[in-house]
């Protein structure tokens, strides 16, 4: 994105009003309330459901059914034997996803946003598809491609190494299969996260370097690391919750790896389809990750503590710049190629064939003698794919929205409020991170028992989805809007308000352009996610709020798996064709001619 | 002219008595078991006009439910809605707790324990008409639940691996050196097992299961999952899917089949009418319909589920079941809270904590 001084100031010359300082303040503070009021309503009725309905004697019953008050669940959680294989394990799994994930987002970050590798733009949208493919069916896809009798991959491998016997070389059912997958669902949301701040960096302090004698490498570890550092950290303890909430990889590959983890437990205790779910036990559980998520937190905030050193968009204008990769072009190329075909193409393809077949079958002659394109057609028959398909659309757009709107405002207050108010700036930032510590069907279960009692006649509509999922996606846009602000300097602002304008309207002209590449990101992010989720939806959707998801979930679990592959295949499509739209969105701010 | 009058009062008498015949036998026809009790449920179906089901079925067989309803007791229209019931039992409980008036009559389950919170709040209909006029043998719960199809827990083998010979034909012969490594594939929640254990005891389906999981099995989370990996070739044998799937796909030209071990155990998937129905008479009639002969025959052909034990019972799983006699450990709510404990124990195995 290019942002010349010259724009920043003709922005500000339309200004013209005089300066009114007491109305700024009051209409900031308005929207500090306003704002303060919003996250704290949408966070606290699930944090209270979760820590009610731990201190509740829950078995057989629901939370708010109970009346016994018991410290039984936390009582079981510490002093069962299982505990503590499971937090180690839950921190090696975390740490090993994080191990292959992180770095392989922040690469393509570098690569994608501050290198001229060529096709730039198409690999920046292909890196993405991986998050569009529904994760259930993402997983299944990779057993097709590792397991370890008829894993395709390694049926290849056997055959290219003249290897005897009938399973291996790779395990898909162990640790490092596990950290591998979970890995690579990863990159694309921690590239979203993290490309928008190697986009707005200011290539000035890379030269500055460069012209110091460092080559490419000692400028990226010593110059540009540093300055991203908020976005990598809001990255890392986002991506922390995330592995350690996550359940299907675990759920199916973890048990016969014996790899037992935290979501493991927390899924036992909710879907053991023995009844009413455990949700004392689910809470105590989800507590624990809540303590880690606020620790994280506490972390986040003294590492960012003195955020000015990290702005890099100023009023003294900049041009991002793209790095000549020279000799390393190719490579480069090659590294994206192999990643594309790795983690995009392959699972992609299991998936169409699985959407082919009457009933799954590795590849063969005989399986590819049975393969149709009927599902294709077939599934429209069926009235309800179509409300789904519009139903899921509205929810994608309006939770991406909302999400976007109260994480511009969160952002806007915690970055530039904190040392106005330090303790609200800190609650809000604090507060609006909660939301991943707490499990998506607790969250379902505290909004039906609200809304269901409330006088705002949401229950049973679309909207009570989308009320959950934007509580649910706050964490993540509100961390990665946070890290863009950080990169933008106050003076622009202070530059406008001085000439005249009101705050929103300062908000609207310069923030808010300046964000637009965190936004893009954040609003393609939300809607994919909003597309896939499952918990939540299962808990709160009715005949008329069917959406994709669900569909794809009841055709899995009722035998059709052909039918679930073919709406998994047309999620994916749709979802990709959103995220080129929106790379195209991006090529275009930052190439307008 | 006297013999054509006596012949054509003969015609008319003929053509009246023809009338009524017919028309009665219409009428009989009309009827499942040709009892006045179920004559007068449909007349207040009929004046109802609807019946909300919330269940796991899939919707393709309620849209071939509807059409042989209509032909045969036209005026009720079937408003179904797919989900499992764990989410939709909460929500009723939510609901009621609100005051809120119900907004289904039917719910359905998989398994009867998924709808036992129900039954503890005592927010279920009794009917004895299911047994008493539709002939019904699967009701439970003194009347609450009357069982719409089960669901068989066999051994299942991939034929292209194992021989019919070679498949186990026993829970025990699972535990044979061959099946080690990566051979067996077991769903994660371990019901089979756990109703085992009701038969057998808890300390031998737990000490099964524990040698069981020394054998390296490949153990996933959904029964589908489970049989798609046999039908793939991705293991030789499978515990934890049904046998109506295991016979859909052989239908469809997978290489599988199943073993009638014994014992063995049976889901019951039942349906239950709400206290608070808005349609009631709907509700017991169509759930009683579906478990007549005639309603299973839809449910057969549409999915290949019905009920496969029992006096109702019909499609291939039954006959093979018949065929060969085993002990059948068949779920009902004299046993479900059973079967509930001892899967909660073995859970324990894989990573519960209660």
Known sequence: MIVSRNALVSRTRVLTAPFNLKAAIAGRSLAFGFTLLIVSYLVIVPLITLLYASIKSTEDKLPFESTATTLANYALVFSSPATLPLLLNTLLFTLGSLAIGLPLAIIFAWLLERTAVPGRTWIASLVLVPMTIPSLLSAIAWIQLLDPRIGLVNV??????????????????????????????????????????????????????????????????????????????????YYVIVVIESFDIPGLLGFTARIRVLSTAIYWATHSEVGLPDYGLASALGTIVLVLALFLMWIYHRLTAHQERFATITGKGYRPRQINLRKWKLPALLFCLIYVFIAVLLPFVMLLWTSMQPFYAPPSMDAFGRATFDGYLNIWRDSTVVRAVWNTTILAIVTALATIALSILVSWFVVRRRRESGALAGYLATVSFLPQGVPSIVIGLALIFVYVRFPIPIYGTLWI????????????????????????????????????????????????????????????????????????????????????????????????????????????????????????????????? | MRKIRVVSKTVVLIIILGFFVSGGYAQEKGKTAGSEPIAQLYAGAKKEGTVIIWGPTDAIIYRKMQEALDKQYPGIN?????????????????????????????????????????????????????????????????????????????????????????????????????????????????????????????????????????????????????????????????????????????????????????????????????????????????????????????????????????????????????????????????????????????????????
Not at chain 1, 512 to 530: D, E, S
Not at chain 2, 140 to 157: E, H, K, M
Not at chain 2, 227 to 232: E, K, R, S, V
Not at chain 2, 280 to 303: C, D, L, V
Request: hydrophobic residues 50%; contains cysteine; charged residues 15%.
């Open chain 1, 156 to 237: 290849a491998l056997r055959a290219l190494l003249g290897l005897s016997g009938e399973t291996g070389p790779l395990d898909i059912y162990s640790l490092g299969g596990m950290c591998f997958v979970q890995g690579l669902r990863l990159v694309p949301s921690a590239y979203l996260m993290i490309a928008a701040s190697f986009r707005a960096m200011d290539p000035s302090l890379e030269e500055q370097s460069a012209m110091a004698g460092r080559n490419v490498a000692q400028t990226t570890l010593r110059v540009t690391l540093p300055i991203v550092r908020p976005a990598l950290l809001a990255a890392l303890i």
């Open chain 1, 465 to 593: 989805i989308a009320l959950a999922m934007t509580t649910r996606y706050l964490a993540f846009s509100s961390r990665t809007t946070t890290s863009a602000l950080i990169q933008v300097h106050g003076e622009l602002e202070e530059a406008s308000q001085m000439a005249g304008a009101p705050w929103l309207r300062t908000l609207r002209r310069i923030t808010v352009p300046l964000l637009a590449p965190a936004m893009i990101n954040v609003f393609f992010w939300v809607a994919v996610h909003a597309m896939q989720e499952l918990s939540m939806a299962l808990m709160l959707y009715n005949p008329s709020t069917v959406v994709v998801s669900t569909m794809i979930w009841s055709m899995w679990q009722n035998g059709r798996t052909a039918d679930a592959a073919v709406l998994g295949v047309m999620l994916t499509l749709l979802s990709a064709l959103l995220l080129l739209g929106g790379q195209f969105l991006s090529y275009l701010r930052r190439n307008p001619y």
């Open chain 2, 78 to 354: 079937i408003e179904h809605f797919e989900s499992i019931p764990e989410p939709l039992v909460q929500r009723i409980i939510a609901e009621s707790q609100a005051g809120k008036p119900a907004s289904v009559d039917i719910i359905q389950s998989g398994s009867l324990r998924a709808v036992r919170p129900l039954i503890d709040r005592d927010m279920l209909a009794v009917y004895p008409g299911w047994e008493k006029d539709f002939g019904l043998d699967a009701v439970y719960a003194g009347g609450r639940f009357v069982g719409a199809y089960n669901l068989t827990l066999p051994i299942a083998y991939n034929t292209k691996t194992v021989s019919a010979k070679e498949a186990p034909k026993s829970w025990e012969e699972l535990l044979d050196p061959k099946w080690k490594g990566r051979k067996i594939i077991i769903e994660a929640r371990l019901v089979p097992f756990a109703m085992l254990g009701t038969d057998w005891g808890k300390a031998k389906a737990t000490e099964l299961v524990k040698k069981l999981l020394a054998q390296e099995p490949i153990i996933v989370q959904g029964g589908t999952t489970v049989a798609n990996a046999l039908a793939g070739g991705q293991v030789s044998v499978a515990i934890g899917t049904y046998a109506y799937t295991i016979e859909r796909l052989k239908k469809a030209g997978a290489t599988v089949d199943w073993v009638p071990v014994a014992p063995l155990p049976v889901l019951t998937s039942a349906v239950g009418v709400l206290k608070t129905a808005p349609h009631p008479n709907a509700a017991r009639f169509f759930a009683g319909w579906m478990g007549t002969t005639e309603g299973q025959k839809i449910r057969y052909e549409a999915s290949g589920q019905a009920n496969e034990v029992g006096k109702n019972a019909i499609g291939t799983v039954a006959e093979r079941i018949n065929a060969t006699r085993p002990a059948v450990i068949l779920e009902t709510d004299k046993n479900f809270a059973a079967i509930l404990e001892i899967q909660r124990e073995l859970g324990k195995l894989l990573g519960a904590l209660r």
